[in-house]
């Protein structure tokens, strides 16, 4: 199975940018679908960025012109760049795979929780005012 590690998580001030890395073994990422989630404490676990079955990148609608999604096949590597960042961005961040199998995603499915089977162990991004 896939395994991801992520990193470039940090603190830093509103306004900052960072850029997380998550860095994929044991398989191609291009045989998976990606994607970020984000966790705060005492909230549920929330869809941040993904892919859809055409490529095109997804985000949730408090992110969307803020994060960029991005991958690097070669380097097996998924990144999320994060700019003007809010303290409400203070959080866990997670990456995520499924294995495609031939199966279409929504961009929906590709912000669900439940529609991805490996995970990491995330990094953490705190943001003050």
């Known amino acids: 199975q896939v395994q991801l590690v992520e990193s470039g998580g940090g603190s830093v001030q509103a306004g900052g940018s960072l850029r997380l890395s998550c860095a994929a073994s044991g398989y191609p990422i291009s045989n998976y679908y990606m994607g970020w989630f984000r966790q705060a404490p005492g909230k549920e676990r929330e869809g941040v960025a993904g892919f859809d079955s055409d490529g095109w990148s997804v985000y949730t609608a408090s992110v969307q012109g803020r994060f960029t999604i991005s991958k690097d096949n070669a380097k097996n590597t998924l990144y999320l760049q994060l700019n003007s960042l809010k303290p409400e961005d203070t959080a866990m961040y997670y990456c995520?795979?499924?294995?495609?199998?031939?199966?279409?995603?929504?961009?929906?499915?590709?912000?669900?929780?439940?529609?991805?089977?490996?995970w990491g162990q995330g990094t953490q991004v705190t943001v003050s005012s």
């Open positions: 995520a795979a499924d294995l495609r199998g031939g199966r279409s995603r929504s961009g929906i499915q590709a912000l669900s929780v439940r529609t991805y089977r490996y």
